[in-house]
């Protein structure tokens, strides 16, 4: 069965700061990894990771992938109350595609 | 969101009741999904379609969850009777291509209180 680990599971930082989410998994036959942003309606597209060690970007967030040890990790930089959100990560795999619980972020003003 | 429309966006029914939820993506995507995604976890797949077939519905507590969807663009989840630990947000999706990789877009989703 494909597991899909995030962490940590819920954040609270100021605003201004810089945050790391993480995603670890195990899974047979990767094909791909993706994160979301879930606001209070539909989880919205972020990155999709298939190759190791290419940073994705946008903007403040920017996202790698390192297959070698099954891992992405989420950056946001210069942190905005905006920002507050369920980031999602999921893969595709031999399951389909399987999903994180997900990291809760909080951004204080 | 814009090309994925679920209705209700709420519904609050007492345990033993029935509730239908509807999804209207825009047309044009063979693959669409349901997901059940209860307060604190992440997207749990409940079924997948495939134009007007079903290609995956292990998950899917058939003994009171059922779908459908008909000439391959809307579909209905109906759960019958509803139990408590229904309660969650029923999120319907297709599949987009891009980069060449498969990518999901949600609807909004319907959010399901048992009381």
């Known amino acids: 069965e494909d597991k899909v680990v995030q962490s940590p599971l819920s954040l609270v930082v100021h605003e201004g700061d810089t945050v790391t989410l993480n995603c670890s998994y195990e899974?047979?036959?990767?094909?791909?990894l993706l994160w979301y942003k879930q606001e209070k309606k539909a989880p919205t597209f972020l990155f999709m990771l298939?190759?190791?060690?290419i940073e994705k970007k946008s903007g403040r967030l920017s996202s790698i992938l390192d297959k070698k040890e099954l891992f992405s990790i989420l950056n946001i930089t210069a942190t905005q109350t905006g920002d507050s959100a369920i980031y999602l990560c999921?893969?595709?795999?031999?399951?389909?595609?399987?999903f994180g619980k997900g990291t809760h972020l909080i951004i204080q003003p | 969101e814009a090309g994925v429309a679920q209705s209700p966006r709420y519904k609050i029914i007492e345990k033993r009741q029935s509730v239908a939820f509807w999804c209207n993506p825009i047309?044009?995507?063979?693959?669409l999904y349901w997901y059940q995604q209860i307060l604190g976890q992440g997207p749990k797949l409940l079924i997948q379609?495939?134009?007007?077939?079903?290609?995956?519905d292990s998950q899917l507590p058939k003994d009171r969850f059922s779908a459908e969807r008909l000439k391959g663009v809307d579909s209905t989840l109906k759960i019958q009777p509803a139990k408590l630990e229904d309660s969650a947000v029923y999120l319907c999706?297709?599949?987009?291509?891009?980069?060449?990789?498969?990518?999901?877009?949600f609807g909004a989703g319907s959010r399901l209180t048992v009381l």
């Open positions: 999921a893969v595709w795999a031999a399951d389909g595609l399987t």
């Open positions: 899974v047979t036959n990767f094909r791909s």
């Open positions: 298939t190759s190791s060690g």
């Open positions: 047309s044009g995507h063979a693959t």
């Open positions: 379609f495939q134009n007007n077939g079903v290609v995956d």
């Open positions: 999706a297709v599949e987009d291509n891009f980069s060449g990789a498969n990518v999901l877009t």
